[in-house]
């Protein structure tokens, strides 16, 4: 077959889905990806089709997460787990300096950033928009973080375009999926139809196409791609949310004061799971790690979240004291502010906070009963 | 050596370290000390690193390191004119700015900066200048009051307006008092309480607000302190007719990274290491109303 | 709000200590437009910022008056009770609220009008005079009692 350029479709059998890891290893790739661990599917390194959530599925609402076994094989029959790929650009820990004592002085040695380049195998339309906010976060301004670049520089991204809608997600109102449009270095669907189990794959760049080269691949049927088409389709018409985004920017920063706040204050236990599970979340603090003698100290950074009261402490106390400060903080933070700092919203629709809330809150909720809610003051203001 | 170790970990430091590491800071020396008041103190800084120096803005500030304890942020309060000295007025309130009082002659400090936004003075060239500053409010004013008298002629009238809790707080204190002595500047100093022996004004700032001089249509405030201080006279400011556009106040939060990364110091939809500190009333109006923002 | 309000509304409102002895007709003047509200602990009457569109004179309960920058909870400075008046903002330009007005305990008010009240007093002068010349007193105790309260913070 002729060399494959980006917009090319092939299909690629099950049964030859290891050669995809062969090549991926071959061109030096460390391939993460989806695994089975802890009753969860999470992202972590893999080295072969067997390691992948074969046959698995997942259940999820608010403040709900079970696995399930399907009734087919599907390598992808699972929607998002806890975590995002946001930990493999953005580490948890990142020591990003060493500092030795010279003299009274001292020097810094900046930690160069190593590893094998890594090949995210299975990133979903709303991952890849995720990823998206965060290189505007990191890379979008006037200063670039080094380390969040390094790295993202070095990955291939391998999507999986959604075949099932989750119980919390709401790509669709969010416009970031189910199906993925750009971003991704190579667009896999996947079929299964009766005995057949197959991967329609789409070119997405020059690096898909040189990781595809040795793969034995077909050409692609005539209706494959509609078949493609068909099975997002059906992902996005059985969405487990929405999510009105009307206005939504100024809905939420008028109204400050809303007794709605009061009302979701009562439940969050201000845990920090949705910072931690979001794939767009940013927040850090920095640590400084002398040794006994502070003769050499570490600088690291680690990821902090607005809910933690320390986050915002100035001369001895916390500036968002309440509960409620700090979920309003981070609300009209993701779906207002992100709009005037980055150009976008903060949410990629991806449900995980829903899930992960161990009470269950769902902001599509908080923002529909701050919207149909409107107290007093809001009315006569209207009035004016 | 320090210099040679540097360049080869890619650190740059003849242009304000602009190819370093953002995160890394570069070693400055303490030249002299100065107790302000109780317990606040300048330190004038030289960098260490042949070749370096900060060019800054009034109203910048920069991540300040004292190794093996950590980073503050500190408005930068000397003169812009004069780069090769750094100089920063530090309350001692914490573990770190604890640490920066105590330091001596000698000693090295990390710098990282300057950050933000400054006082926007080319937008008040040709109208009327007032500058209310409360307590540690008057070291992130100073570089620009200093450019004010250096470009005298540029500018309207100029109303100074400085407040401290009791007279022991004033900072700059002998400076201040050779300000009073200057025909081209207005400046009145107030305190909030004080005991017999101060035969000065006695009341908040914004006292002094109504009786200053100048045109509110064509004048620019800059107004630095404690919040509620800076909120207030910021209303006192409007009353008068000046424009909300025209007010700026230097906001301050929590910093950790200053580069606008963190998310710590995050005002509404502003970064105040970026986007501030200094920033129009008229953006943080809406903002100042509520509470725990 | 009602547009006209009811007997037993206009007569709490003419047996509250801060109406007692103003002229009744006067008094139905100024309360043509007023509501009696009830607030559960920790609601909000008032936020600082907003309108001043009514005030309030207090049946029962206790509401808690917070000042303060955007930097903190807000700091209760004062509280007003039973037989108390709440609110002067909306007598003095630009008409909003200077503070935000929490119930501390379950409390209930009547809610009157400003925009009507302030009709009434520059309709009759005479009235408005009597009305201003309570309303002083109260605020210069408060003003008072801050500066007391300044004081202690000072340390003196």
Known sequence: MDPLK??????????DFPSLFRALHEKGYQVVGPTVRDGAIVYDRLSGVEELPIGWTDRQGPGKYRLERRQDEALFGYVVGPFSWKKFLYPSHE???????????FVVAPEPVDGPPLAFLGMRACELAGVDVQDRVFMGGPVVDPGYAARRRRILRIAVQCGQAGGSCFCVSMGTGPGVRQGADLIVTEVLEGKRHYFLIEVGSPEGAAVLADVPLKAAAADDPAKAEAIVERAAGAMGRKLDTEGIHDLLLKNLDHPRWEVVARRCLSCTNCTMVCPTCFCSTQEEVPDLAVEKVERWRRWDSCFNLGLTEMHGQAVRKSGLSRYRQWLTHKLAS?????GTSGCVGCGRCITWCPVGIDLTEEVAAIRTVTPALATSEGKK | MATDALRSQGHSHGTLGVTAHPYAPRPFVVRARTQETPDTVTLRLAPQLPGDRLSFKGGQFNMVYVFGVGESAISISGDTAHPEELVHTVRAVGKITNALAALTPGAVVGIRGPYGQGWPLDSARGRDVVVVAGGLGLPPLRPTLYEIFRHRESFGRVEVIYGARTPKDLVFAEEARTWLQRSDIRLQITVDAAERDWNGDVGVVTVRI???????????AFVCGPEIMMKFTAQALVQRGVPAEAIWLSMERNMKCALGFCGHCQYGPSFVCRDGPCLPYKTLAPLLAVKEV | MTATVSEAIADRVLRHPFFVDIDPTLVHAMVSKAEERSYDVGEMLVHEGKPAEEFFLVLEGKIALEVGG???PGITVETIEKGEILGWSWLVAPYRWRFDARASKPTKVIAINAAAARYALAAHPAFGYHFLMKLLPVIAD???NTRVQLLDIHGH
């Not at chain 1, 500092?99 to 002085?105: I, K, V």
């Not at chain 1, 992100?338 to 980055?342: A, E, M, T, V």
Request: charged content about 35%; overall charge neutral; proline content about 5%.
């Open chain 3, 142 to 144: 408060r003003l008072e």
């Open chain 2, 210 to 220: 109504p009786d200053a001089r100048f045109d509110p249509a064509n004048t620019t």
């Open chain 1, 6 to 15: 980006v917009g090319d479709r092939r299909v690629l059998e099950r049964h």
């Open chain 1, 338 to 342: 992100w709009h005037d700092q980055f």
């Open chain 1, 95 to 105: 020591r990003l300096w060493t500092a030795t004592r010279d003299g009274t002085s």
């Open chain 3, 70 to 72: 955007s930097d903190r």
